[in-house]
């Protein structure tokens, strides 16, 4: 039972993680805003960069981005409290059940990592030159909340036998 309630606690502490980076975002919208609308404008890249044809100077599309990082963040939050839900309910049950019950947390982890990989990696670090910011940059912070999440994710889905 400790590596089944370990796995549970684990995505419980992501699922609040995920609460707290959301519900920070929207407490704190100015600041977290201002990050979105720096990156997104590539203000504070490089001085003549040739990517600049990528940066948007749209406030709209500012605010689009930015709660589309707090719904993904948001989402992330309610699959791993339903995804800690499940694994709660087949705690104990037999080994195959309890496998089985690891879906949701392939599906949190995923929206996770579409977050701050995708999101703040690939579009914000690659797409926007956010690397190339150093005020602006959430490169290394995002490093490691997604590594946060797949370490859970390889933990989780290593296979449970039956309760002795």
Not at 39 to 60: C, E, H, K, Q, W
Not at 67 to 93: K, M, P, V, Y
Not at 112 to 131: P, Q, R, S
Request: proline share 2%.
């Amino acid at each position: 039972m400790t590596f089944r309630y370990s796995k549970i606690i684990m995505c419980l502490c992501l699922a609040a993680f995920a609460f707290l980076v959301a519900f920070g975002n929207i407490t704190d919208y100015g600041s977290n805003y201002a990050f979105v609308q720096h990156v997104l404008s590539m203000d504070t890249t490089f001085p003549g960069n040739a990517l600049m044809y990528r940066s948007i100077s749209n406030p709209s599309l500012w605010t689009a981005g930015y709660w589309l990082i707090i719904c993904g963040e948001a989402l992330t939050c309610i699959l791993f409290l339903i995804a800690s839900w499940q694994l709660w309910q087949a705690r104990r049950l037999p080994g195959a059940a309890f496998n089985g019950a690891k879906r949701f947390v392939v599906v949190a982890a995923t929206m996770g990592f579409l977050v701050w990989y995708f999101g703040f990696m690939v579009i914000g670090g690659e797409w926007f030159a956010m690397w190339q910011s150093q005020t602006w940059n959430g490169q290394e912070a995002a490093f490691k909340f997604y590594m946060t999440i797949l370490a859970v994710l390889i933990f989780v889905n290593q296979p449970d036998g039956d309760l002795a």
